[in-house]
């Protein structure tokens, strides 16, 4: 139980909202709390060092989200949160171009999430994994258990994009524009259009 529900709300509002400096302002306010009444309990101590990762992550500042991912894991009292600590490691390494290591993870929780039936965690992990591989027949799979299970359009889109820019690299244009179509996001769809112009005039 958390000594600090409503302050774990706000977090995860103030994140959702994309107001990640409010978000880290909670975060360190109830940390700094924590500290100076010696109050022991780990499942919010790994709580608010996991999203002050999670924030610094968002804001690009992955070194720094690092220390914190770390921070989270000595705290981690479940299985569920020790992977989902994991998993913040292998996106920060991923963004850092530590495609090995990030791997490492990403299998990591793989596994987790295949013995223990998680199938949308699976899923993405699966996604992540593709991508790093550059592996278009995991991509289209991830695609179609996003459909089949109506994930938000904004992971769907983000698997699109990812295989258009495959198809892209391989100069297949013709895949290309049949992924265009299926964007829902109108903006992405305006990009991708003339990306594939540009590809054509190189």
């Known amino acids: 139980m958390s000594n600090f529900e409503k302050k774990r709300e706000d977090v995860l509002y103030f994140k959702k909202i994309k107001q990640f400096k409010n978000s880290i302002d909670i975060c360190q306010t109830v940390l700094d709390i924590i500290e100076k009444n010696n109050i022991d309990n780990n499942s919010d101590k790994w709580f608010f060092n996991l999203q002050l990762g999670i924030n610094y992550k968002r804001l690009k500042q992955c070194k720094k989200a690092l220390t914190y991912i770390e921070k989270s894991i000595q705290y981690c009292y479940t299985q569920d949160e ?99 179509d299926n964007i829902i996001n109108l903006d992405t769809r305006k990009n991708l259009i003339v990306k594939i112009s540009n590809t054509k005039n190189i």
């Open 82 to 180: 020790y992977m989902e600590s994991i998993w913040m490691f292998g996106c920060c390494n991923d963004m850092l171009g530590n495609k090995k290591r990030a791997l490492k993870f990403y299998n990591k929780c793989l596994n987790y999430y295949k013995r223990n039936k998680m199938f949308m965690e699976e899923t993405y992990m699966l996604f992540n994994i593709g991508r790093l591989y550059k592996d278009i027949d995991t991509i289209n799979k991830v695609i179609n258990m996003y459909k089949l299970n109506n994930v938000d359009s904004f992971r769907l889109d983000n698997a699109y994009e990812t295989l258009f820019e495959l198809y892209i690299e391989k100069n297949d244009l013709k895949n290309a524009k049949v992924i265009v």
